[in-house]
């Protein structure tokens, strides 16, 4: 069965620092990967989705980044982090959008 | 594009109760239609799609959704909402055209006991 891991589940970083959240998905070959965030009270932000590797589409223009070096890997990184990066990120794989998509535990990220 | 709607930011019922979580969208054609739950600190979870057939789809943990193009929603219902059904439901929606899903901004319940 096909599963998603994704971590680390906290993290407490300072302003200015980098960022590396890494997402892995077992039991399949050339998933669709889409990284999310969701900021307190709110909904559900697209920020970068990948049909392939080394094929990034960016929703939101930011301070992130994002890369697919392997077929089952999906990294968010940032160069220098910011207060409004806060917030919960959450990894998710789809075989067909029509099927839905299957979400990892998420990362808890505070900028302080 | 896509848009999902969801009116009520925020439900309270009572352990028992009927729930029903109202989830509008807009698109020219039939969009595949999803219904998530998360609970506090964790992923999203399916608790149930819809893309073609009956309108009324059943799900997981006693959940149901209805399609009704004439008003363009799919409303989550269950018929008696347990306390552990406590958590945030998202509805999404997502076209044949597109690799992504387009999530409304959630709706948190609330059960008293």
């Known amino acids: 069965s096909q599963t998603i891991h994704q971590w680390p589940a906290t993290l407490v970083q300072p302003v200015g620092s980098p960022l590396s959240l890494e997402c892995t998905v077992e039991?399949?070959?050339?998933?669709?990967l889409y990284w999310y965030r969701q900021a307190a009270g709110r909904g559900l932000q697209l920020l970068f989705y990948s049909v392939g590797i080394g094929q990034i589409s960016s929703e939101v223009p930011q301070n992130l980044s994002a890369s697919r070096p392997q077929d089952r890997q999906f990294i968010l990184s940032s160069k220098k982090l910011l207060l409004s990066d806060s917030g919960f990120y959450l990894c998710?794989?789809?075989?067909?959008?029509?099927?839905?998509?299957?979400f990892g535990s998420g990362t808890r990220l505070t900028v302080v | 594009a896509q848009s999902v709607t969801q009116p009520d930011i925020h439900i309270t019922v009572s352990e028992g109760a009927s729930l029903e979580l109202r989830c509008n969208y807009s698109?020219?054609?039939?969009?595949?239609l999803f219904w998530y739950v998360q609970s506090p600190g964790q992923g999203l979870q399916l608790l149930l799609k819809?893309?073609?057939?009956?309108?009324l789809v059943q799900g997981i943990k006693g959940f149901e959704a209805e399609f009704k193009r004439s008003q363009s929603s799919f409303n989550l219902r269950k018929p008696s909402v347990h306390w552990s059904d406590a958590a945030e439901y998202f509805c999404?929606?997502?076209?044949?055209?597109?690799?992504?899903?387009?999530f409304g901004t959630g709706t948190r319940l609330q059960v008293t006991l």
């Open positions: 819809y893309f073609s057939g009956d309108t």
């Open positions: 999404a929606v997502a076209t044949g055209t597109a690799s992504k899903l387009t």
């Open positions: 039991g399949t070959s050339n998933p669709n």
């Open positions: 998710a794989w789809s075989e067909r959008v029509d099927y839905g998509y299957t």
């Open positions: 698109y020219g054609a039939t969009p595949y």
